[in-house]
């Protein structure tokens, strides 16, 4: 039966560029703030109820990062947006959860859409949106809903690890983004121990059902990792080029170290792929093998009844002159002849090893 879909699209359809209309399905989500505000020396971390508490971190001169959990609440995103001039097109991409990871250069700060990746309870793998703001001093991050791969940033800050708190705001976008980045490699190897699970459950002879629907789940993971991912690429390609006074020069080394991990994932990715489509072929030989046992086997018992069939229906016409019908043996001397038949035909396959 087939399933009714509705379109994520159907809202914006006949609406002009720059219309901020939330796309995704989280409708009920609050409202969630949260803010650091550091420097060297100290850092103030707090919660928020209104999205106008935040409105002064534009122009401090500590870094600041500001973490909005909430898409559905397209009001207080505009309003941030005309606090901080960010353009309307960027709004929209912001509340647009199916919009492809990218990197947009603008005259006040630089716009970084991504997708992060984690796998929840039941190994089934989330995908959701997270945009962030770079700005002059500060770091707005958008998110569809609370929970993400954050946590190690938020500890690097609250406990001055690393020279998180001695740089500026370029350093803390590519802290966020390598978080982002290093759960990938999870999601990856999460990705390789269910293949490998898929292999053993195919060479052990599991139902041949669920073997398939698992193959085509996985089909499912690895394109949804794969567009997640690959486009990261080319948003670390713009950022080396260094068109913007944004990110320095000194941050660039390490926005290269990501690239470098986007290149090893992403290959990783395409042998995971090719290695399902090796599973798929895997799984339609053992069908066709198997098969081909069973016509093997109804052919040879053909095979066998064939001479048998013949001789019965010899005997069996109703002609009065058959030479052997009056003899008083010929039921049992039939028999005999049919079993021998029988049993050199099983030996001759025997010998021949087709059974």
Request: a negative charge; zero cysteines; proline letters at 2%.
């Amino acid at each position: 039966m087939a399933k009714n879909r509705t379109s994520k699209y159907n809202k914006k359809i006949g609406l002009s560029p720059g219309s901020v209309i939330y796309t995704g399905d989280k409708e009920t989500q609050n409202l969630s703030i949260e803010s650091f505000d550091y420097n060297s020396e100290s850092v103030d971390e707090k919660t928020h109820g209104q999205i106008e508490d935040v409105f002064h971190f534009k122009t401090t001169k500590s870094v600041s990062w500001v973490n909005i959990n909430g898409l559905n609440h397209v009001d207080a995103i505009e309003k941030i947006g005309a606090h901080y001039n960010l353009h309307p097109l960027t709004l929209e991409d912001i509340v647009n959860t199916s919009h492809r990871p990218k990197l947009d250069d603008y005259d006040n700060y630089v716009f970084v859409v991504l997708k992060m990746l984690y796998y929840d309870k039941d190994e089934q793998v989330i995908t959701e949106q997270v945009s962030f703001i770079l700005g002059e001093s500060y770091v707005l991050s958008f998110q569809e809903a609370e929970g993400d791969v954050f946590n190690t940033v938020r500890e690097r800050i609250r406990y001055a690890k690393g020279r998180i708190r001695t740089l500026g705001p370029d350093y803390l976008l590519y802290a966020l983004i390598d978080a982002v980045t290093d759960h990938y490699f999870i999601v990856i190897e999460t990705l390789s121990n269910k293949i490998e699970d898929l292999e053993d459950n195919l060479f052990n002879g599991f139902s041949q059902e669920e073997i398939s629907q698992q193959i085509q789940n996985l089909k499912r993971e690895v394109l949804k990792v794969r567009r997640a991912i690959f486009p990261l690429r080319e948003i670390i390609s713009k950022i080396e080029k260094n068109e913007n006074n944004f990110i320095k020069d000194k941050t660039i080394h390490y926005f290269r170290d990501i690239y470098d991990h986007v290149v090893q994932i992403s290959e990783n990715i395409e042998i995971y792929r090719e290695m399902i489509w090796g599973l798929m072929d895997m799984y339609m030989t053992t069908i066709s093998n198997k098969m081909n046992e069973v016509v093997k086997v109804l052919t040879i018992i053909s095979t066998i009844f064939i001479p048998l069939t013949f001789m019965a229906g010899i005997y069996g016409m109703n002609f009065d002159n058959i030479p052997e019908l009056h003899y008083k043996y010929a039921y049992f001397v039939l028999w005999g002849i049919m079993i021998i038949l029988f049993l050199s035909m099983l030996y001759y396959f025997k010998k021949k090893k087709w059974f």
